[in-house]
């Protein structure tokens, strides 16, 4: 499985869409998108992606916590109408959080609660409460896979989750 980190800027979604027919039925390639831009054409963009992501019954991530300095930064109500829309239009869209050193266990434990719908959980930096977060994941039924970020974390982290990672790698 290949799951590359796409930010969500019209020249990604673009070659997304080019390539969808390409990838068939086998979804050995899940993009990762991070939304960027908060404007009309961007998420008209992104829906066209997804859309034909979706009708190819193919599966995407889309990022809810973008970390990429974008117009989502400050903007929780503009990614939780995206999040909705998304959940209604499309049945093979996924949702990842980043989540590292600073992220809550309020924030953590109320996305989980709150997302309904299949998840990833996207490791940048070690999550400061493990026993926690295990906690959280075992046994729930949408949570698909951690990603690890291998550059920024530690061996024994990355060791400490046995079954459903991926290692997330810049090469």
């Not at 499985?1 to 796409?6: D, F, H, K, Q």
Request: overall charge negative; proline content about 3%; some cysteine.
């Amino acid at each position: 499985m290949y799951y590359p980190v796409l930010r969500g800027k019209q020249n990604e979604l673009l070659s997304i869409r080019e390539i969808v027919e390409k990838l068939g039925r086998n979804n050995l390639i899940i993009p990762i998108i991070e939304p960027v831009k908060n404007s009309e054409r961007s998420i008209a963009d992104l829906n066209r992606c997804l859309e034909s992501l979706d009708s190819n019954d193919l599966e995407a991530v889309l990022i809810v916590n973008p970390r990429c300095g974008g117009d989502f930064d400050n903007n929780k109500r503009a990614i939780e109408q995206i999040i909705q829309t998304t959940k209604q239009a499309y049945n093979k869209i996924s949702y990842g959080l980043w989540i590292g050193s600073e992220t809550s266990s309020f924030e953590l434990n109320s996305f989980i609660a709150n997302i309904d719908a299949p998840f990833y959980l996207l490791h940048h930096s070690q999550y400061e409460n493990l026993d926690e977060l295990h906690a959280l994941l075992d046994g729930n039924s949408n949570f698909k896979k951690n990603i690890l970020d291998v550059n920024n974390l530690s061996r024994s982290y990355i060791s400490s989750f046995s079954d459903n990672k991926v290692k997330l790698t810049d090469n």
